[in-house]
């Protein structure tokens, strides 16, 4: 936790910059493969066969 803190700081001070808390999602939508990833590989262990296929875009 502290240097998590101390990495927040410096990079506060080094940009200049307020800072700016990441929205509780930010992880999921920065890399959408691997969040697929990870979960089908957790279904798999789980004992399930995961077959994906693209949704429909909403009306």
Known sequence: MGHTLLV???HV???E???QELEGNFFDEHDQQAVQKRLVHRLEMLG???TLAPTSPAA
Do not use: G, Q, S
């Open 17 to 19: 910059k307020d800072y």
């Open 13 to 15: 001070l080094a940009d």
């Open 8 to 10: 927040i700081v410096y």
């Open 48 to 50: 399930y066969e995961v």
